[in-house]
C-alpha cells in the first residue's frame, strides 16, 4: 500500500523557517502535481493550506509555501509564530480509489 | 460563507451502524463533490469515501468499500454517510469536507466522534 512519510515532530524558534518533509511511495507525490498540506490544532478540523504543490488558498498567509522535488514535497513556514503550533499532514493523489492519500502528521512546536 | 455543519457525537456497540449527516451552505451545493475522512485516537487521517453531489456518484476506499455507503439529499443540501459492522477500531472522529479539484478539500465540517463500545 502506498504511504506517505513525514517527520514525527519539527520545532523552531519564533521567526525562524521550519521545513517539514513528505516522502511518497510509488504513484504519489512523484508521480501527481497533486499535492496538499493541512494544519490541525487541537480540538478543531483539518484547515487547508496548500494545493497543487504551491498553491495557497486565499486568507492563508503568505508565511506557508509548498515544494515539490522528485517523490518529496515540502511545507515551509516562514517567521515562525505561536500560533502556528499544531500538527500537519501532507497528502497526495494515489489514484482514483483513493484521491486523499495522508502523511502520518507532524507536530510543529514553536520553541 | 462555506459551512458544513454534521451531526452530532454517537456511541454504538460494536455490531452495529451509524449514520453521520453532513449539511452544507453557503455555496452551490450540488457543483462540489464532498469527501467523507476519519482519524481514530493515534492515526493518521484516513480518507473513506467521496460522493458527487450534482449526480450521487460514489467512489470508495477499497478499505470501507463493503461496509459503507454515502448518499445525498441534494434538497436539503446534505450528505449521508452510513458505517456498517462496527468493530471497536472505527472509534474516530468523523469528518466531511469539500472537494477542491482532483485531491483537496477547501471546507470541513467540525467532525463527529463515534464511540464504539461494548
Known amino acids: 500500500q502506498s504511504v506517505l512519510t513525514q517527520p514525527d515532530s519539527v520545532s523552531g524558534s519564533p521567526g525562524q523557517s521550519i521545513t517539514i518533509s513528505c516522502t511518497g511511495a510509488?504513484?504519489?507525490?512523484?508521480?501527481?502535481?497533486?499535492v496538499s498540506w493541512y494544519q490541525q490544532q487541537a480540538g478543531k478540523a483539518p484547515k487547508l493550506m496548500i494545493y497543487?504543490?504551491?498553491k495557497r488558498p486565499s486568507g492563508v498567509s503568505n508565511r506557508f509555501s509548498g515544494s515539490k522535488s522528485g517523490s518529496t514535497a515540502s511545507l515551509t513556514i516562514s517567521g515562525l509564530q505561536a500560533e502556528d503550533e499544531g500538527d500537519y499532514y501532507c497528502?497526495?493523489?494515489?489514484?482514483?480509489?483513493?484521491?486523499?492519500?495522508f502523511g502520518g502528521g507532524t507536530r510543529v512546536t514553536v520553541l | 460563507q462555506v459551512h458544513l455543519v454534521q451531526s452530532g457525537a454517537e456511541v454504538r456497540k460494536p455490531g452495529a451502524s451509524v449514520n453521520v449527516s453532513c449539511e452544507g451552505s453557503?455555496?452551490?451545493?450540488?457543483?462540489?463533490?464532498i469527501h467523507w475522512v476519519r482519524r481514530a485516537p493515534g492515526q493518521r487521517l484516513e480518507w473513506m469515501g467521496w460522493?458527487?453531489?450534482?449526480?450521487?456518484?460514489?467512489e470508495y476506499s477499497p478499505m470501507f468499500q463493503h461496509r459503507v455507503t454515502i448518499s445525498r439529499d441534494a434538497s436539503a443540501n446534505t450528505i449521508y454517510m452510513e458505517l456498517r459492522t462496527l468493530g471497536l477500531e472505527d472509534t474516530a472522529v468523523y469528518y466531511c469536507?469539500?472537494?477542491?479539484?482532483?485531491?483537496?478539500?477547501?471546507?470541513w465540517g467540525q467532525g463527529t466522534l463515534v464511540t464504539v463500545s461494548s
Open positions: 510509488l504513484r504519489t507525490i512523484g508521480t501527481y502535481n497533486l
Open positions: 460522493i458527487n453531489a450534482g449526480n450521487g456518484n460514489t
Open positions: 497543487e504543490v504551491t
Open positions: 497528502c497526495s493523489f494515489g489514484g482514483t480509489t483513493t484521491p486523499l492519500l
Open positions: 453557503g455555496y452551490s451545493f450540488t457543483t462540489y463533490s
Open positions: 469536507a469539500r472537494s477542491l479539484g482532483r485531491a483537496a478539500a477547501d471546507y
